[in-house]
């Protein structure tokens, strides 16, 4: 479902590399980790890109560490928020406790304890104003574009921006077109 729920979140990330070693921990894993673990088993540590934060989460597994992550966040891309309104949720945080759904409107965010399904928001403010205020500030470190922060931030109150930037590849390169599963299909002669 969009945004993503803990059912859906809340997986094992498991590697396996031949002479690796043993290892376990239940950290915070996003998927950019994936280019801090695999880049090292194979030898190109120093191909991690800069600008990514990527945490090389089996060396940090074999070592029994917690991680470097205090929050996770998960969901659809953010040209899908155009037409969602201030009381939509748009996107799931995770720490190691809750999973908040976040609405522009913090009063319209859901917050769910790990392991249920049942809306607690009313219960907790304050758990919901921790996660609302990190959530925000953990987007703005990924490089929101700043209309959809400045969007954000006003908790919905303004007309949704009408230009705004949602990948580094926008405007998207010259013979590109917006579809990634169209153009992989093309590039692998799988188009009919």
């Not at 921790?130 to 919905?156: M, N, S």
């Not at 013979?175 to 799988?190: A, C, I, K, P, T």
């Amino acid at each position: 479902s969009t945004p993503p729920r803990e059912n859906e979140s809340h997986v094992p990330f498991v590697v396996y590399a031949p002479g690796a070693g043993p290892g376990q921990s239940d950290m915070l894993v996003q998927p950019q980790d994936i280019f801090g673990t695999l880049l090292p088993i194979a030898g190109l540590q120093s191909a991690v890109p800069d600008d990514i934060e990527s945490y090389d989460v089996l060396s940090l597994a074999r070592l029994g560490d917690g991680g470097r992550r205090n929050l996770a966040l998960g969901g659809s891309a953010v040209g899908s928020w155009r037409d969602a309104g201030p009381a939509k949720v748009l996107f799931s945080a995770f720490d190691h406790e809750w999973r908040l759904g976040i609405a522009a409107d913090p009063a319209a965010c859901e917050l769910e304890h790990l392991g249920t399904q049942q809306n607690v928001a009313a219960e907790h403010p304050q758990v919901v104003a921790r996660l609302y205020t990190a959530a925000l500030a953990e987007i703005a470190h990924r490089d929101l574009d700043p209309a959809l922060l400045d969007w954000l931030q006003g908790q919905g109150k303004t007309a949704f921006p009408t230009e705004y930037r949602v990948t580094d590849a926008q405007p998207l390169p010259k013979g590109w077109r917006n579809g990634y599963w169209l153009n992989m299909y093309e590039s692998l002669g799988l188009s009919s």
